[in-house]
């Protein structure tokens, strides 16, 4: 026995603590288990009877990352002056981090309590040995973070070659020689596939997500041994999706980097995603992906735009407001807030510049009513697009037909699985030994359920199809028609406020905004994408006129009247996407109220034949001439007339139809009426104009 130990420590129990850094060392290295175990022999002959045993730490590591409640146990009884002896095989399976190893060495030299291990024991109250120990604790935890340097420069080698592969994303293989392949399963590549179609189309990993849910489309998913399986999509899986670079055909390691954050003094792990100009390896072209590396790099910029934050512009949403994110303030520089006001159709928008007020306690920049810019800007858009509208309208006759396909392709590829399942069920009840009703019936069962899956993708099939249009009911033509009235379909009530803000996204990098008090106005400066810059100057609406219906329809509403009826009027202002001053669509009683406002007379048969007011129609039918022949004069200045509104009536008065000019007219139409039309030769019998 050695001196070191008292009767004061045989009369107190001794703790044998046993531990293993990993399961993988608990289940394999089952050897160094049994060695631990065995100091229990030890400690017997070295006189103790009273012998408990820790090793609820098995499997735990000693670095001091994670919570061992055995050692903590074992200190704590330490600290009561129950132990006489700790005891581990070796002294670095009680700690391999100094704090934790400090410790334990103070807690025992205070209450004399030895340590042992398998070659001799220590007593914290001798210096040589606490020397020793202190000694023994440092190299302890400087083995352990050699040994993980090691590990990882190793590591990192082998994923600059692009060597390390530990497991393959969906839609990819991990091949026996560590290389990546694409998954040669056809449903799975067309669902990858579909992923980034979907998130070009909709511009948003969350509307993307929707859009699978609502059309019962399920991604795959391969657990540890490979086996497939398919589930719901959620916002996570479309996003890791889609900013994996595997996907683009790139070998990429260190993206993560991890750390710890600590709460209520406990600490918890955290990562965040690193800026690629920091990560371990990026191999491009190192293998097939499904898009190409420009397409991942724009693809990157989105997301990066979509987040919330002060500087991005943020995700497109579906709040009326038609330039959130994309004004920066002209005084501050910083980017402007919406909000909202009121509720249903009834919603006010307004832009205000408030982050320096709310940050450092500044006063506010600027604020301003959002409908009148919306507007202004809106005109602005659709002037660039109106040369494009054409060759646009073919691209979406094409996406038209794509986006009919894509659910149908998806259900088709279910469909050819479902019936394999369905072969291989009936395959294996047909296998089976009828007698034997345990396997039969459970087979049979499959076989069934299988035979229903089948059924159910048939019938998602039809109504599919017949809920698409088919495509010869909408050509090329009505998709140039739609073109040509791109100002109307902007303004329509049903055009999506989402796809509205996506084309404005599209066009405009960023619109710096200031405001003119002294004139009155919000001055803009747009700055397109292609580095062309516009300014606008929009009139700013007086305090208490926020909802006041812009002048020029008010003007033209006095001018319809003279012909149209208010139900008439109604139809002609939304069609030419006017509305009230607080956003609403015209209707015959807000018609009625803003003429009684504003003092307009309604229209009268008897004051309109007294003041000689006219439509283009009845105008023709006084001169007695076609209104396709008044029409071209008129647009050519030979007559005078009103023409409010584009997609309106023109308005003539019956003095402009008694000038010099306008008889010139009628007399020109009527010779024109006069004049026959070329006979044919009564020579010619064939197409042999020789004769002639």
């Given amino acids: 026995m050695s001196d070191k130990i008292k009767p004061a420590h045989v009369s107190r129990k001794a703790i044998l603590y046993v531990r293993q850094s990993s399961t993988y060392q608990v289940v394999s290295n089952t050897e160094s288990k049994r060695l631990q175990y065995a100091m229990r022999q030890r400690l017997e002959s070295l006189g103790w009877s009273d012998i408990e045993v820790i090793d609820e730490d098995l499997g735990q590591s000693a670095s001091g990352s994670i919570t061992r409640s055995g050692f903590e146990r074992l200190v704590a009884d330490v600290c009561m002056g129950e132990v006489g002896a700790v005891a581990a095989r070796e002294l670095s399976r009680f700690a391999r981090n100094s704090r934790e190893w400090q410790q334990l060495i103070e807690v025992c030299r205070v209450v004399d309590t030895v340590l042992v291990d398998h070659e001799q024991v220590y007593s914290p109250r001798v210096s040589n040995d606490r020397l020793l120990l202190g000694l023994k604790g440092s190299l302890n935890e400087y083995e352990l973070d050699l040994l993980r340097q090691r590990s990882l420069e190793a590591r990192y080698e082998k994923a600059r070659r692009g060597e390390l592969v530990i497991t393959a994303c969906g839609g990819f293989l991990k091949t026996p020689d560590q290389r990546i392949e694409k998954d040669p399963d056809k449903r799975v590549q067309q669902r990858i596939e579909l992923v980034f179609k979907k998130f070009f189309e909709l511009g948003s990993a969350r509307q993307v997500m929707l859009w699978f849910i609502e059309q019962e489309i399920k991604m795959p998913k391969r657990n540890a041994r490979g086996e497939l399986s398919w589930k719901t999509p959620r916002n996570s899986t479309i996003l890791n999706i889609l900013r994996n670079p595997c996907y683009a055909g790139a070998y990429a390691f260190g993206k993560t980097e991890h750390g710890n954050r600590y709460e209520n003094g406990k600490a918890k792990k955290s990562s965040r995603r690193k800026p690629m100009s920091e990560w371990v390896s990026l191999i491009k072209d190192h293998h097939e992906g499904y898009i190409s590396w420009e397409d991942f790099q724009r693809i990157e910029a989105m997301v990066a735009e979509n987040v919330r934050g002060y500087e991005a512009k943020g995700a497109v949403k579906r709040g009326p407001a038609l330039l959130t994110g994309l004004f920066r303030c002209g005084r501050c520089g910083r980017k402007l807030t919406v909000a909202y006001s009121g509720g249903g159709k009834n919603r006010f928008v307004r832009y205000s510049c408030l982050r320096g007020n709310m940050d450092t306690g500044e006063p506010k920049c600027i604020a301003f009513g959002g409908i009148p810019?919306?507007?202004?800007?809106?005109?602005?858009?659709?002037?660039?697009?109106?040369?494009?509208?054409?060759?646009?309208?073919?691209?979406?006759?094409?996406?038209?037909?794509?986006?009919?396909?894509?659910?149908?392709?998806?259900?088709?590829?279910?469909?050819?699985?479902?019936?394999?399942?369905?072969?291989?069920?009936?395959?294996?009840f047909d296998a089976a030994d009828p007698e034997n009703r345990l396997v039969a019936d459970e087979l049979e069962r499959r076989w069934n359920h299988a035979l229903m899956e089948v059924d159910r993708i048939k019938q998602r099939i039809v109504e599919e199809e017949s809920a698409t249009p088919a495509k010869s009911d909408i050509t090329a033509d009505d998709f140039k028609d739609l073109a040509s009235s791109i100002e109307l379909i902007w303004q329509d009530e049903g055009s999506s406020e989402r796809l509205k803000k996506r084309i404005i996204r599209t066009l405009i990098r960023e619109i710096v905004v200031d405001l003119n008090e002294v004139a009155g106005e919000i001055n803009l400066v747009i700055h397109w994408q292609g580095g062309i810059h516009t300014e606008l100057s929009v009139p700013r609406r007086k305090r208490g006129k926020a909802t006041v219906t812009a002048p020029d329809t008010i003007e033209a509403v006095r001018v319809l009247s003279r012909v149209c009826t208010d139900q008439h009027i109604a139809g002609v202002l939304n069609r030419n996407g006017l509305r009230t001053g607080r956003g609403n669509r015209f209707t015959k009683e807000r018609i009625t109220s803003l003429r009684n406002y504003h003092g307009i007379s309604i229209l009268c048969p008897e004051e309109k034949q007294k003041n000689g007011w006219m439509t283009l129609s009845e105008a023709a039918d006084h001169l007695v001439i076609s209104a396709k022949t008044l029409r071209i004069a008129v647009e050519a200045g030979k007559i005078s007339a009103c023409h409010p509104l584009p997609d309106g009536p023109w308005v003539l008065n019956r003095s402009d139809l008694a000038t010099d000019q306008a008889r010139v007219v009628c007399d020109q139409a009527r010779r024109n009426r006069g004049r026959r039309a070329a006979g044919p030769n009564s020579k010619q019998q064939n197409l042999d104009f020789s004769d002639l």
């Fill in 373 to 428: 810019v919306d507007a202004a800007v809106s005109r602005e858009i659709l002037r660039v697009l109106q040369p494009a509208a054409l060759e646009a309208s073919v691209l979406a006759k094409e996406q038209f037909s794509q986006q009919a396909d894509a659910v149908l392709s998806a259900l088709h590829r279910d469909l050819q699985a479902a019936q394999y399942e369905s072969a291989r069920a009936q395959k294996q």
